[in-house]
């Protein structure tokens, strides 16, 4: 099994970018699980960004509400993150989690003033 996060890099505030999580050898099991989205900035805790159930169901950090987009596909075995907006704050390394189980390794977002 391994997730892969990958789409991170560099651009100015207010700009966006789409993050992919793409989960190899899960099968079918990914889409039967919840997939999250978390945030570590340097020298903080890592925080939870966003979460998508199996019904679609979908949830924010007050920080990033109506700013980014969680989504899912299913029939890829991935799940995307798009963040539109973007402010200096959101700098961090972003991780993907599949049920609780599966993490990825992140990628980072630097977001310039």
């Known amino acids: 099994v391994q997730l892969q996060a990958c789409g991170g890099g560099l651009v100015q505030a207010g700009g966006s970018l789409r993050l992919s999580c793409v989960a190899s050898?899960?099968?079918?099991?990914?889409?039967?699980?919840?997939v999250r989205w978390h945030r570590q900035a340097p020298g903080k805790q890592r925080e939870l960004v966003a979460v998508?159930?199996?019904?679609?169901?979908?949830t924010y950090a007050d920080s990033v509400t109506g700013r980014f987009t969680i989504s899912r596909d299913n029939a890829k075995n991935t799940a995307y993150l798009q963040m539109n907006t973007l402010k200096p704050e959101d700098t961090a390394v972003y991780y993907c989690?599949?049920?609780?189980?599966?993490w990825g390794q992140g990628t980072l977002v630097t977001v310039s003033s």
């Open positions: 998508v159930t199996t019904g679609r169901s979908t």
């Open positions: 050898g899960l099968g079918s099991i990914f889409g039967l699980a919840t």
């Open positions: 989690d599949v049920g609780a189980t599966y």
